[in-house]
């Protein structure tokens, strides 16, 4: 009635399913230091660009 349950006897035969459940584990967590890497990148590049352009800004203000 529940085939697709399979329990072994041999315990040995979840070894396999282990190691790729690390194995997803650590590429996952390697994929997202990676993707915190990049975003901090782009916020310094933003940050720079925004100083730049707000510099500017108050350079070219008049004053009241």
Not at 6 to 21: G, N, R, T, W
Not at 32 to 47: A, G, N, P, T, Y
Request: glycine letters at 0%.
């Amino acid at each position: 009635m529940m085939e697709f349950l399979y329990f072994p006897q041999d315990k040995s035969e979840y070894i396999p399913a282990i190691v790729m459940l690390m194995l997803f584990i650590v590429f996952a967590a390697v994929t997202m230091i990676w993707f915190i890497k990049i975003s901090q990148k782009e916020e310094q590049k933003v940050d720079q660009a925004y100083k730049v352009e707000a510099n500017a800004n108050k350079k070219n203000e008049k004053p009241r």
